[in-house]
């Protein structure tokens, strides 16, 4: 009976870190489910894991980006706004590319209609540089994002 115990618990952890390792629906659609899988810019899977499963959860984040992604992707709009204002963004003149996985991560989070709400109230140049984000790098998606696309002008040609 320990034995079952044991073997129950041990498939159900191993189900929590596969299945419910990352709170964003269709992450995996753009990051590779390998232990040493990447995504979008190169960005490692299993820094996103590492946030979601162990260092969020601990408050233990790098910076105040790294803190205002986790709780911008957990729902919080009020961070989506302080990260999509973040130093990273524009950091030598163009966006750093965590910032831009970050942002893929972000849009896959809050969809087409959250995500609409959410930029209607930013400056054109934040609403421009999350546009070219999506159009760039999430060309498979760009059919979910038809509210979103209407504000900004920036396109892929």
């Not at 079952?4 to 964003?24: E, F, H, M, Q, T």
């Not at 130093?87 to 893929?104: C, I, L, R, T």
Request: include cysteine; charge should be neutral; charged fraction near 25%.
């Amino acid at each position: 009976m320990r034995r079952l115990r044991a073997l129950v618990a041990w498939v159900s952890l191993i189900g929590c870190v596969n299945a419910g390792d990352v709170p964003i629906p269709h992450f995996y659609d753009y990051w590779q489910r390998a232990p040493d899988g990447v995504g979008p810019m190169g960005t490692p899977t299993k820094s996103y894991r590492e946030l979601f499963v162990v260092r969020g959860p601990q408050k233990k984040f790098y910076d105040a980006t790294d803190r205002d992604f986790y709780y911008a992707a957990l729902g919080d709009t009020s961070a989506l706004h302080r990260f999509l204002h973040s130093s990273k963004q524009f950091d030598a003149g163009a966006p750093a590319e965590e910032w831009v996985a970050d942002m893929v991560a972000l849009a896959l989070a809050y969809g087409d209609d959250r995500l609409h709400d959410a930029l209607q109230g930013e400056p054109k140049n934040v609403r421009e540089q999350v546009g070219s984000v999506i159009e760039q790098q999430m060309q498979q998606s760009l059919h979910l994002f038809p509210r979103t696309q209407t504000l900004y002008k920036f396109r892929k040609t």
